[in-house]
T-cell receptor
Framework: GAVVSQHPSRVICKSGTSVKIECRSL??????MFWYRQFPKKSLMLMAT?????????EQGVEKDKFLINHASLTLSTLTVTSAHPEDSSFYIC??????????FGSGTRLTVV | QKEVEQDPGPLSVPEGAIVSLNCTYS??????FMWYRQYSRKGPELLMY????GNKEDGRFTAQVDKSSKYISLFIRDSQPSDSATYLC?????????FGQGTELSVKP
């Protein structure tokens, strides 16, 4: 089946630094990738939708300058959390769409900002 | 009103029990319905999907959609401790997934 590889799985960074999270679709071409944020015991909150070769579309309330998304190829999308603060600590998950109903998720990245 | 509503639980059952997980949705235009399972600190994995009304069975899992009442269900037979996870219902609107809140299930040995 379709696989999305997400790295790193865990990262701790200092306040003010930037962190990059990568998602790769290993056996399908993901023209569209979705980025989610999940708080403990909460559902997934869609942050943005990225399409290969074009600018990402951000959901209302998500700061596009803080959460930079790049989808430079059909198999790679990245999320960079810039100037991270403790309130950015969360679980970030990407998802690639491979069919009408097939949304394959990465394993998630736990970001802790200290 | 949220587009997809799901009781967050938590739900605790003994091993071997039949589990019923449910969601309601508001928009009758929704057609695809999915159930995802998410283990702690992992990404969701697709369990089942259904299109329109009816039942779909896969091993111990049965997904059911009742479009007349805008109700979707997931049944787990002979539940196992390894089924302990959060279960999320979802539907597809405009290419984006809309999730319920997720139900945390614990199956006790």
């Amino acid at each position: 089946g379709a696989v999305v590889s997400q790295h790193p799985s865990r990262v701790i960074c200092k306040s003010g630094t930037s962190v990059k999270i990568e998602c790769r679709s290993l056996d399908f071409q993901a023209t569209t990738m979705f980025w989610y944020r999940q708080f403990p015991k909460k559902s997934l909150m869609l942050m943005a939708t990225s399409n290969e070769g074009s600018k990402a579309t951000y959901e209302q309330g998500v700061e596009k300058d803080k959460f930079l998304i790049n989808h430079a190829s059909l198999t790679l999308s990245t999320l960079t959390v810039t100037s991270a603060h403790p309130e950015d600590s969360s679980f970030y998950i990407c998802s690639g769409r491979d069919t009408d109903y097939g949304y394959t998720f990465g394993s998630g990245t736990r970001l802790t900002v200290v | 009103q949220k587009e997809v509503e799901q009781d967050p639980g938590p739900l605790s059952v003994p091993e071997g029990a039949i589990v019923s997980l449910n969601c309601t949705y508001s928009n009758s235009a929704f057609q695809y319905f999915m159930w995802y399972r998410q283990y702690s600190r992992k990404g969701p994995e697709l369990l089942m999907y259904t299109y329109s009304s009816g039942n779909k069975e896969d091993g111990r899992f049965t997904a059911q959609v009742d479009k007349s009442s805008k109700y979707i269900s997931l049944f787990i037979r002979d539940s196992q401790p390894s089924d302990s996870a959060t279960y999320l219902c979802a539907t597809n609107q405009g290419g984006k997934l809309i999730f319920g809140q997720g139900t945390e299930l614990s199956v006790k040995p």
